[in-house]
């Protein structure tokens, strides 16, 4: 199995920062990208910002220029930095992995748990 934990979430002032962290432990082979999604309520999930194994990383018109992607290869973390947070990124954020549990299986999405970002004053 792959499990993925997030953690980092809380709630933070319009204007402020977060970090979050994605670590990604059990029988994994290899990773393809791992990336960051969000739900606000009554909306659907949304991709946030990804990073391939190569580091290409790609974001949410949204989120560009205040969030960065990056990722730790030896510890099989992704990070978030959420910076100029606005009351709109108010939403659960989930990870992503996409990759391989051993080397003869098919790439596969796996998913943590979420951890909830909330902006308010």
């Known amino acids: 199995q792959v499990q993925l934990v997030e953690s980092g979430g809380g709630l933070v002032q319009p204007g402020g920062s977060l970090r979050l962290s994605c670590a990604a432990s059990?029988?994994?082979?290899?990773?393809?990208?791992m990336g960051w999604y969000r739900q606000a309520p009554g909306k659907q999930r949304e991709l946030v910002a990804r990073i391939t194994n190569d580091g290409s990383t790609n974001y949410a018109d949204s989120v560009k220029g205040r969030f960065i992607i990056s990722r730790d290869n030896a510890k099989n973390t992704a990070y978030l930095q959420l910076d100029s947070l606005k009351p709109e990124d108010t939403a659960v954020y989930y990870c992503?992995?996409?990759?391989?549990?051993?080397?003869?299986?098919?790439?596969?999405?796996?998913w943590g748990q979420g951890t909830q970002v909330t902006v308010s004053s």
């Open positions: 059990g029988s994994i082979f290899s990773i393809n990208s």
């Open positions: 992503k992995l996409n990759g391989r549990r051993r080397s003869w299986d098919p790439r596969l999405d796996y």
